[in-house]
């Protein structure tokens, strides 16, 4: 059974998320929208990237009523808001590199892409988050290793119309019933976006991808002991060294 706190934090965040895009649509509607803002989807067609924005604010906000400690909702709002911004900076200077290995060769010959700062950007705010989580240094950087590979695997799902915020509602289920409280907030922002998502509408972008996982990662972290942790950081691992492999052979963004 799903407690009072976890419905408050999925309609706070559905709300909230739901809230925004329409804020921002409406500044599209009146002529106001900015080139920025703009992507050509895998079937060439325009859509917006304002999902991205709003489910970052949603998945935040809906995680102060969603339940827990105070430094577990503290933890999941810095994990996802910074995430978010990280992947819209990416959003908005990224370029053609692709994989963690181009982005890394650039930096080693002095120039810092938009793809470092949000590799970098998203795991220093994993890592803060995880020392919010946890007491022993171990299980401190493995939360904060769930939480940054949690954010890059939604960001690797999100290749198609749909794929990212469908994959945070089918792995957030399990952790809010077995009593993972800040599942709800990432689940309540998807779910208000996921329709326009899914219509080729709008799309999420890293910024909403990336801040989606974060807040994910930061509930499975606080749900999991060492073990646990383990268990999760080494396969988001082995995931994200597969699909830094297959981005740059098929040229899909990290």
Known sequence: MIGLSRVMGLAVAAGAARGVYRALRSRHDEGRRGEGWRRKNYAGRTVDLYAGPAVAAGAALGALPAGG??????????????????????????????????????????????????????????????????????????????????????????????????????????????????????????????????????????????????ALGTAIAAANGRAGLAVHAAGLVAAAAYGDTVSRLAGSPV
């Open 69 to 214: 400690s105070g430094r577990e909702r503290g933890a999941a709002v810095l994990a996802g808001l910074a995430a978010g911004a990280c992947g819209a900076y990416d959003d908005r200077n990224g370029d053609h590199r692709r994989g963690f290995r181009a982005h890394l060769g650039a930096l080693r010959d002095g120039e810092v892409t938009s793809g470092a700062v949000k590799l970098f950007g998203v795991g220093a705010a994993a890592l803060a988050a995880g020392a919010l989580l946890k007491e022993r240094p171990v299980d401190k950087v493995l939360a904060g290793v769930v939480i940054a590979g949690t954010a890059h695997f939604v960001n690797l799902v999100d290749v198609r119309p749909g794929r990212a915020a469908l994959t945070v509602l089918a792995l957030g289920v399990p952790g809010l019933l077995r009593g993972g409280p800040l599942a709800a907030a990432p689940m309540g922002a998807a779910a208000a976006v996921v329709a326009d998502d899914l219509g080729e509408r709008t799309m999420l972008g890293d910024a909403g991808a990336h801040a989606l996982g974060a």
